[in-house]
């Protein structure tokens, strides 16, 4: 038998080693409105010790690792919470109060929406993070057909850029890491035709999310086709204010569309904390025939929506903590209508600051996601939870 001895400082190395991985643990929380009692989502809980945070589901539930230090919850409209790990780890239920609101009279005089996201546009370099950075963040890809899953993809994905710019020449580099989640099938909507039915329909490309990533190239193209707008100023917190909008309809080749949405501004910076548009459409059809059958397929599209979540980071400069982008759409083929929903998202749970970074394992942006295989793993942050109707379908034999 071969005895192994440890001098006296390789032991206490090694106690101190043991301790840090005891004291850190994942731990589970639901985050709860105070007042009515119901699940909050897409409230952030970040660690102090780790600076890595992540995002709570539909259920109101979030899971992150901790050590040390503080656990905050924050989520737009209500007041912080601020909890220590040591209470965190005995806590299941952490309750958010909503903010107080006001309707501010001379806001509301004196409010002009398209002045207000130009101001924005033209003094980006002020208010957003302009220096290189790298975003750990998880991309997630659902699609829902007549009220079923049958696509979610949930993957980490390292963001880089000189800045949070849109500029010309693109500087952007995207690479992919571990797939936690990777499950497609067929959507059963062409069961009769199997080259359209086993291909589990269009995957979206990277490509075609970067201009609404970038909130100065998103802006600069709402600002362009938002005439005819009107702004409602809402009841807000001190802080803050908030604008409804809603545009009128309007015709381009047989099809009509109106913006709809909400904006939230900070009241001090005059800054965009959160971006939702909306837009609406009648009589948005694509039809095609299936040259198996002849049969007529018939694609409406009924509204496009996308939402952009800031935050303040230690410079007090905003930075993007979420985006999301859903399509509800139906398709009408073999006399049945189908509702469908597509919906990426984005949840940043890690920024740094970062001056360069090297060209290994980049995503090819003008493929789909699940074509950019990683190479290894990138990433090492909390993943948001799956919600039950999501772990059922990962788990079902389908």
């Known amino acids: 038998m071969t005895h192994f001895k440890l001098k006296k400082n390789q032991i206490i190395i090694l106690f101190l080693f043991v301790s840090q991985i005891a004291v850190s643990q994942n731990k589970v929380l639901f985050v709860i409105d105070k007042t009515t009692n119901f699940p909050i989502e897409n409230a952030v809980v970040f ?31 209500f007041d912080d919470s601020v909890v220590e790990v040591e209470k965190a780890i005995k806590l299941d239920t952490l309750f958010l109060t909503p903010q107080a609101v006001q309707l501010d009279e001379l806001v509301i005089k004196s409010f002009n929406l398209n002045k207000a996201l130009q101001y924005v546009l033209d003094n980006f370099k002020d208010l957003y993070v302009h220096t290189p950075f790298e ?31 849109r500029k010309k020449n693109n500087t952007l580099k995207l690479r992919l890491g571990a797939i936690d989640y990777n499950k497609n099938i067929p959507l059963n909507i062409f069961t009769d035709v199997p080259r359209i039915n086993e291909n589990k329909s269009v995957y979206l490309t990277p490509n075609s999310l970067i201009n609404t990533l970038y909130f100065n190239s998103y802006l600069f193209s709402f600002l362009r ?5 009107t702004g409602s ?12 909008f809603e545009s009128e309809w309007e ?12 904006i939230v501004f900070d009241k001090k910076t005059k800054a965009v904390l959160e971006f939702i548009n909306t837009i609406e459409y009648k009589n948005n059809l694509k039809v ?61 749970l890690k920024e740094m600051t970062v001056n360069k970074v090297n060209d290994d394992g980049l995503m090819d942006l003008s493929k789909p996601i699940y074509q950019n295989l990683p190479s290894q793993t990138i990433a090492n942050v909390n993943s948001i939870l799956l919600n039950k109707a999501e772990n059922d379908f990962i788990n079902s034999n389908k």
């Open 47 to 77: 660690s102090s010790d780790s600076n890595q945070g992540t995002f709570t589901n539909s259920e109101g539930k979030a899971s992150i690792n901790v050590k040390s230090g503080t656990v905050k919850i924050s989520k737009l409209g």
């Open 135 to 165: 975003k750990e963040c998880n991309f997630k890809e659902t699609v829902v057909v007549d009220d079923q899953l049958k696509r979610l993809i949930l993957t980490k994905v390292n963001w880089w850029d000189k800045t949070y710019e």
């Open 225 to 229: 086709s938002s005439k005819n707008m």
């Open 233 to 244: 100023v809402e009841e807000s917190p001190l802080d803050q204010i908030i604008v409804s």
């Open 251 to 262: 015709n381009t080749e047989e099809v009509l569309s109106r913006l709809k949405g909400r």
């Open 288 to 348: 095609k025939t299936v040259k198996e059958n002849g049969k007529e397929s018939v694609s409406e599209t009924k509204t496009a929506s996308w939402r952009l979540l800031f935050y303040k980071t230690e410079d007090n400069l905003f930075a993007l903590k979420a985006f999301d982008s859903t399509i509800e759409m139906t398709i009408t083929y073999d006399n049945k209508i189908h509702p469908c929903e597509y919906k990426n998202s984005i949840y940043v």
